[in-house]
C-alpha cells in the first residue's frame, strides 16, 4: 500500500510555457499532499502544502503565481510551473499522506528541463 | 529557524559492517523522525519512523532517538553495497500536519 504516482517522470520544455505535473495516491486518499523541488546535491526544499479543497501554503520565498497547485480531490494534487525559464529546471517530488499519519509517500518525481 | 542538521560524508563502510548515520533538529517541539533513503536520481524512500525515546528496530535497520538531546541516528547491520545512497533525516515539528523538514543527507558508500 502507499503508492503515490507522479507524471511525467520527465519533460522537456521551452522558456516561457507552462507545464503541468500530476501527483496521484493510488490505494489511498490523501489528506495532504506537499511538493518539492530539489537541484543536483541538495536536499529537498518544500515548496508548498496541499490540502483537499482549500488552497495551499507556499513556504516563503516561493511565487504562488509561479507554482499553481490544485488538490481538487483525495487522490490527485497538481503542480503547474508558469512560464518556465532555465532557473525552474529541477527535480520536482510530490509526497501524500493520510489523515492522523505522519508518514509520507513519495512519487516517483519529475525531472524539468526548461530550455 | 527549524533546522535538520547531517553530515553530508561520504560515509564509506565495508560491506558487512554496521553504517552509524546520525541527524540533529533544532525544534524541541519535533514530534515524528523519518529515515528515507535516496538513491542517485531517484525520489526518496522511506526506510522507518519513530515517535518515542529509545531504539525501533526493522530487520537490518535501527532507528534511535534521544529527545534530550535531540539526536536521532539510523544503525544499518550487515551493510551492502546496495544500501549505497543518500540518507535523509526528517523531522515533523508542526503537530501531526505532515509537513517535512529535511537535512541535506549523509552519503553511505558500502564498499565490497
Known amino acids: 500500500g502507499a503508492v503515490v504516482s507522479q507524471h511525467p517522470s520527465w519533460v522537456i520544455c521551452k522558456s516561457g510555457t507552462s507545464v503541468k505535473i500530476e501527483c496521484r495516491s493510488l490505494?489511498?486518499?490523501?489528506?495532504?499532499m506537499f511538493w518539492y523541488r530539489q537541484f543536483p546535491k541538495q536536499s529537498l526544499m518544500l515548496m508548498a502544502t496541499s490540502n483537499e479543497g482549500s488552497k495551499a501554503t507556499y513556504e516563503q520565498g516561493v511565487e504562488k503565481d509561479k507554482f499553481l497547485i490544485n488538490h481538487a480531490s483525495l487522490t490527485l494534487s497538481t503542480l503547474t510551473v508558469t512560464s518556465a525559464h532555465p532557473e525552474d529546471s529541477s527535480f520536482y517530488i510530490c509526497?501524500?499522506?493520510?489523515?492522523?499519519?505522519?508518514?509520507?509517500?513519495f512519487g516517483q518525481g519529475t525531472r524539468l528541463t526548461v530550455v | 529557524q527549524k533546522e535538520v542538521e547531517q553530515n553530508s560524508g561520504p560515509l564509506s563502510v565495508p560491506e558487512g559492517a554496521i553504517a552509524s548515520l546520525n541527524c540533529t533538529y533544532s525544534?524541541?517541539?519535533?514530534?515524528?523522525f523519518f529515515w528515507y533513503r535516496q538513491y542517485s536520481g531517484k525520489s526518496p524512500e522511506l526506510i522507518m519512523f519513530i515517535y518515542s525515546n529509545g531504539d525501533k528496530e526493522d530487520g537490518r535497520f535501527t532507528a534511535q532517538l534521544n529527545k534530550a538531546s535531540q539526536y536521532v541516528s539510523l544503525l544499518i547491520r550487515d551493510s551492502q553495497p546496495s544500501d549505497s545512497a543518500t540518507y535523509l533525516c526528517a523531522v515533523n515539528w508542526f503537530g501531526n500536519t505532515g509537513k517535512l523538514i529535511f537535512g541535506q543527507g549523509t552519503t553511505l558508500q558500502v564498499k565490497p
Open positions: 509526497s501524500a499522506r493520510r489523515q492522523s499519519r505522519a508518514e509520507a509517500f
Open positions: 490505494d489511498f486518499q490523501a489528506t495532504t
Open positions: 525544534d524541541r517541539g519535533s514530534q515524528s
